[in-house]
């Protein structure tokens, strides 16, 4: 045999073996993967920054492969669990959204975009005695009317408070404090549990006193407009007697 063949074989035997080798190689890095716990997750990852309180949409994340020791506790594993809701903080691109980053209520979490510029918002609490039972809904306006004790001669006097008023939240949630449910004064006596209502009011911060005032002395009413009129009025307060009937 030539050298020249010697030398082929020579190059075709570390050829072989080379293969054999990276063969031999693969198969270990499977079998370690197999058997160290090592596996894949996929996970929901943020892609392109959420501010808070924002809806997430199906663009700002996506799914992901990590390795089962990289998941967070908590990390969401599908993307039904995240679009369509609400983040909690502000979210960064590359980070796994975990639970704690949502927020089930997203009524809630969207309700701080909706105060308008220069308002406050206002919560009293509403019932089928001192409202309009459940017919108030957010986007609607209501006048808020206020009877107190006249401080010469002690009579009752009904007044219109504000007029024209934006109900930013109702919150139906059942109240087991009776006294909730006044939104009057000092002077409830009821002690019957009842289901409460919350209605948050965009006022300014003139009015907002107004009507804490009201609330803690006096009892507070709240009057339902027609969508159609915006129209404020001047109106006189009502006294007993004669005052009370000749109202038009």
């Known amino acids: 045999m030539s050298r020249r063949s010697n030398l082929i074989l020579v190059v075709f035997a570390l050829l072989?073996?080379?293969?054999?080798?990276?063969?031999?190689?693969?198969?270990?890095?499977?079998?370690?993967?197999?058997?160290?716990?090592?596996?894949k997750v996929s996970v929901v990852t943020v892609v392109k920054a959420v501010a808070a309180h924002q809806l997430v949409d199906s663009s700002d994340v996506a799914m992901h492969t990590v390795p089962a020791s990289a998941v967070e506790p908590g990390a969401q594993s599908s993307l039904e669990q995240v679009v369509g809701h609400y983040a909690a903080t502000g979210w960064f691109p590359g980070q796994q959204v975990i639970a704690q980053m949502l927020v089930a209520n997203s009524q809630r979490a969207a309700f701080p975009l909706t105060v308008p510029t220069g308002l406050r918002a206002f919560t009293i609490a509403d019932d089928s005695v001192t409202g309009v039972d459940h017919l108030i809904s957010a986007g609607d306006f209501v006048d808020v009317l206020?009877?107190?004790?006249?401080?010469?001669?002690?009579?009752?006097i009904a007044a219109t408070l504000l007029q024209d008023i934006k109900v930013l939240n109702v919150d139906q949630s059942p109240a087991a404090n009776p006294n909730v449910a006044t939104v009057n004064s000092t002077n409830a006596q009821s002690?019957?549990?009842?289901?409460?209502?919350?209605v948050t009011l965009a006022v300014t911060p003139k009015q907002a006193e107004a009507l804490d005032y009201a609330i803690a002395f006096g009892r507070v009413h709240l009057a339902l407009r027609s969508p159609h009129d915006s129209v404020v009025t001047s109106e006189t307060p009502v006294t007993p007697g004669a005052d009370a009937l000749s109202v038009k």
């Open 16 to 39: 072989l073996a080379l293969l054999s080798t990276f063969v031999i190689l693969k198969q270990l890095s499977s079998w370690k993967n197999q058997h160290t716990g090592e596996r």
């Open 146 to 156: 206020v009877t107190y004790s006249d401080k010469k001669d002690g009579g009752p």
């Open 191 to 198: 002690s019957v549990n009842t289901s409460v209502d919350t």
